[in-house]
C-alpha cells in the first residue's frame, strides 16, 4: 500500500539519505569556513526529511527537479558524490564537467533531470518531463522541488495548471523553510498553508509536518502512487526550517536567534536518529555504522575533487551548441 | 526549382513542414494557443494537423506561455522533438526565462548531458494594425543569447526546409514567422513535397549583382528584390543575399559578396539600435574595412514602439524608397 507506514527497510533508507545530506552540508560548511574551498554553498540543513521522505519511494528512472538549494535533492536522488564535489568545486569530473556548477547539477542516469539557479523555473518544465512520460507510456514519476518563495512566482500558477488540465505524472515538493531568500513566507504569502493553493488548480494539496519522516514518507508515497497510476499530480508541502541564512556567509539578520535556536535544538535527523534506536527499528551501532561509512564515503568524493583537474580551456566553447560554437 | 512543384502560400508550407515532421518522427508534436482544430490556429497555419495527427500531438494549451515553452523544453530533454507556438512574437516577454535561461543554456550547463531539440514558433511584425505589442520583430535579443538558433524564412520553399532543419535540429531554434508573409498571394510560391531539408546556416542569393550587396532576412528580402528590379532598369546591379539564418550565420556567403560589391545595405524589419544589422555591420567593417568602397549602411524598423494608424505604421517599416536611398548613398 502506497500510503502504508514505512517498513523497517526504509526507515533506514530514509536516515541513510538524511545522514548523507547532513555530514554532505557539514562538510561542505567547516570546508568554506577555515578557506578549504571557495563557492557560493546554499546549505539544505534542515529541509533532509522531505528529500528523503520522497526518494525513498522512487526509481532511478524517476524524474527529479531541483533549485540552486538542491544539495539535498542531488544526494536523494542518488547523484554519485564525487562527482557531485567535483561539479561543486568546477571539476572536469563534475557531474557536468564543471561547466554547470552548484546551481545547475544535472545527472540523467541519477534521474536528477534540471537544477534550476531561477527561483521556481522548475515548475513550468516539469509538466514536460510529465507529457514525455504520458506520450510515451511509461510510468515514470517527476518530482519537482521548490520553496515557499517559488510558490508566489506567475510560473508556478501555469505550471500547476498545465499539469492538472493534462492529468500529468507530476508531484509538486513545495518545500517551505519558513523563508524565502530573507524574507519570512508569511510576510509575502497571502495562505497560511501553500498546500491549499492545490484546490485552485483541482490537484489534492496536502501540508505536511517536513521534520516529521515517517509523516513526510506516508503522503510522498500517495501522491507519487497517485502519479504512477495515472491519476495526475499533487502538490504537497513539506514545513520546516533553514537552519541557515539564504546563502553562506549571510549575516542571518532577519531570522530571529531564538527562533533558529529552537529550530536546531530539534534538528529533524537527530530526532529521527533518536526515534529509531527508542522504537527498536535500529541499534545505535547500526546507525553510527551507516554514519562512518558515510563520512568515509565523503572523505574519498573530498579527495577526488581536490585531486581533479579544472576543465580545458577548450570547454568553453563546447556543448554551446550540438556543434562547436565559434 | 522545379516547375513541377505546387504553388503554395507561406502559411501552408508551415503547415506542410509540420506535416512532414509529424508523419516521419512519432516524437514530433506541437503545443500552442488554439492550434487544435476546429479552429486550426489564429492564423490558420495548424489547419487541419490536429484531425490527421491527433489531439495528443497537436496539443491545444492555457494562455500560458511559460507553461507552453516550460513544458517544450522538459519533454525536448526526455528525447521529443516539440514545436511549441507562442502566438506573437512580443509575447517572448512573458516566457523568456524559459527562453533564455532554460532552452538556450541547458545544454551548456549539464555539460552536454541534456539537450533540448526544440522549436518556437512564433509569428511576428507591423502592416497588420495591431499596435505596439503584437507587431515586433525581436529576433536580436535571441540571437544575444547563445545557444539557441533563430532562423527567418523569406519564401514558402524556404519556410518548409528551414522549419524542417529546425525540428531535426538537436538544438533550440527559434523559428519567426512574418505575418504578412502567411496568406499574401505574391509571395506565394513553388514548394517541393516531402520531406526536403534546408540547412541551418546557409543563405541564399536571391538575386546575383555586381554594385552593391543588399543583407536582409524575412519580410524584407521582398522589398529588397523590387529595389533591386528597379534599379537594374537603370543599370545598377544588386546582389540581394538572404540570410535565412541568424545563428549560425553564412558568414562566407556575406563576405564573398561584399568583398565583390565593397557595399553593403542591411535591410531588416527590426528597430535599429542593438538590431542584428548592428552585429553584422560591425563584423563586416571588422573583415573587410580596407576593401570596403563606403561604409555599410543601415536601413530598419525605426527606433519607435509600432504604432497603430496606419500611416505612421507604415513609416516606421523600413520602406522601399529608403533601401533605394541608402543604396544610392554609397554608389
Known amino acids: 500500500m502506497a500510503n502504508s507506514t514505512p517498513d523497517r527497510a526504509a526507515l533506514l533508507r530514509m536516515f541513510e539519505i538524511q545522514t548523507r545530506i547532513k555530514l554532505n552540508d557539514e562538510r561542505f560548511r567547516s570546508m568554506l569556513m577555515s578557506g578549504q574551498i571557495q563557492l557560493i554553498y546554499y546549505s539544505p540543513r534542515g529541509q533532509e526529511c522531505i528529500s528523503a521522505g520522497y526518494a525513498a519511494h522512487l526509481r532511478s528512472d524517476d524524474y527529479v527537479i531541483t533549485i540552486y538549494r538542491g544539495l539535498h535533492d542531488h544526494i536523494a536522488k542518488g547523484v554519485p558524490l564525487k562527482e557531485l564535489w567535483a561539479e561543486f568545486l568546477g571539476k572536469a569530473t563534475g557531474t557536468c564537467k564543471g561547466k554547470g556548477g552548484p546551481m545547475h547539477i544535472t545527472h540523467p542516469a541519477s534521474g536528477l533531470m534540471v537544477t534550476t539557479g531561477i527561483v521556481g523555473a522548475g515548475i513550468p518544465i516539469a509538466p514536460g518531463f510529465g507529457l514525455a512520460a504520458q506520450l510515451s507510456g511509461t510510468d515514470q514519476v517527476t518530482v519537482c522541488n521548490f520553496g515557499d518563495g517559488a510558490s508566489n512566482i506567475g510560473a508556478f500558477h501555469e505550471g500547476l495548471n498545465l499539469a492538472a488540465v493534462w492529468n500529468l505524472p507530476v508531484v509538486f515538493v513545495c518545500q517551505n523553510n519558513m523563508y524565502g531568500e530573507h524574507t519570512p513566507y508569511r510576510m509575502v504569502t497571502g495562505v497560511e498553508f501553500i498546500g491549499d493553493r492545490g484546490a485552485a488548480y483541482g490537484m489534492p494539496g496536502v501540508t505536511v509536518d517536513g521534520n516529521d519522516p515517517v509523516a513526510v514518507y506516508e503522503v510522498m508515497g500517495e501522491a507519487i502512487a497517485r502519479a504512477r497510476a495515472g491519476e495526475g499530480p499533487t502538490l504537497v508541502e513539506a514545513r520546516t526550517y533553514r537552519f541557515w541564512g539564504h546563502l553562506m556567509g549571510d549575516a542571518m539578520e532577519y531570522m530571529p536567534k531564538e527562533e533558529r535556536k529552537a529550530a536546531m535544538a530539534a534538528d529533524p535527523v537527530l530526532r529521527y536518529r533518536g526515534w529509531l534506536i527508542e522504537q527498536g527499528h535500529a541499534s545505535e551501532d547500526e546507525l553510527a555504522g551507516i554514519e562512518s561509512s558515510t563520512t568515509a564515503e565523503i572523505d574519498e568524493a573530498v579527495q577526488f575533487a581536490l585531486d581533479s583537474p579544472q576543465p580545458e580551456l577548450s570547454e568553453l566553447y563546447t556543448d554551446v551548441y550540438a556543434e562547436v560554437a565559434k | ?331
Not at chain 2, 106 to 123: E, L
Not at chain 2, 290 to 307: D, I, M
Request: proline content about 6%.
Open chain 2, 1 to 331: 526549382m522545379s516547375t513541377d512543384w505546387p504553388t503554395l502560400p507561406f502559411g501552408m508550407a508551415i503547415n506542410q513542414a509540420l506535416d512532414v515532421a509529424m508523419s516521419v518522427d512519432e516524437k514530433v508534436f506541437l503545443l500552442g494557443e488554439d492550434i487544435a482544430e476546429p479552429s486550426g490556429g489564429v492564423y490558420k497555419i495548424t489547419k487541419g494537423l490536429s484531425d490527421k495527427h491527433g489531439t495528443n500531438r497537436v496539443r491545444k494549451t492555457p494562455i500560458s506561455e511559460q507553461a507552453i515553452v516550460g513544458a517544450a523544453v522538459g519533454a525536448a530533454i526526455c528525447g521529443y522533438r516539440p514545436v511549441a507556438e507562442i502566438m506573437i512574437m512580443d509575447f517572448l516577454a512573458v516566457c523568456l526565462d524559459q527562453v533564455t535561461n532554460h532552452a538556450g543554456k541547458i545544454r551548456y550547463m549539464s555539460g552536454g548531458q541534456t539537450t533540448v531539440p526544440m522549436v518556437i514558433r512564433t509569428s511576428a511584425g507591423a502592416g497588420r494594425g495591431f499596435g505596439a505589442q503584437h507587431s515586433e520583430l525581436l529576433e536580436s535579443w535571441i540571437v544575444h543569447t547563445p545557444g539557441i538558433k533563430v532562423a527567418i524564412p523569406s519564401t514558402p520553399a524556404d519556410a518548409k526546409g528551414l522549419l524542417l532543419s529546425a525540428i531535426f535540429d538537436d538544438d533550440p531554434v527559434l523559428f519567426v514567422e512574418q505575418m504578412m508573409l502567411y496568406w499574401n498571394p505574391a509571395v506565394a510560391g513553388p514548394v517541393p513535397p516531402g520531406d526536403v531539408r534546408i540547412p541551418l546556416g546557409l543563405a541564399d542569393v536571391k538575386a546575383a549583382g555586381s554594385d552593391v550587396t543588399l543583407l536582409t532576412y524575412g519580410r524584407q528580402t521582398h522589398d529588397c528584390l523590387a529595389v533591386a528590379a528597379k534599379l537594374a532598369e537603370e543599370g545598377i546591379s544588386v546582389e540581394v543575399v538572404d540570410l535565412r539564418s541568424l545563428v549560425p550565420l553564412d558568414e562566407a556567403t556575406i563576405m564573398a559578396s561584399v568583398a565583390k560589391t565593397k557595399r553593403a545595405v542591411i535591410v531588416h524589419e527590426a528597430v535599429g539600435t542593438c538590431g542584428f544589422g548592428a552585429e553584422l555591420s560591425s563584423r563586416i567593417h571588422e573583415e573587410l574595412f580596407s576593401e570596403l568602397a563606403k561604409p555599410v549602411q543601415r536601413v530598419t524598423g525605426k527606433n519607435t514602439p509600432v504604432p497603430y494608424a496606419s500611416n505612421l505604421e507604415s513609416a516606421f517599416l523600413p520602406q522601399q524608397p529608403e533601401i533605394e536611398a541608402a543604396i544610392r548613398r554609397i554608389l
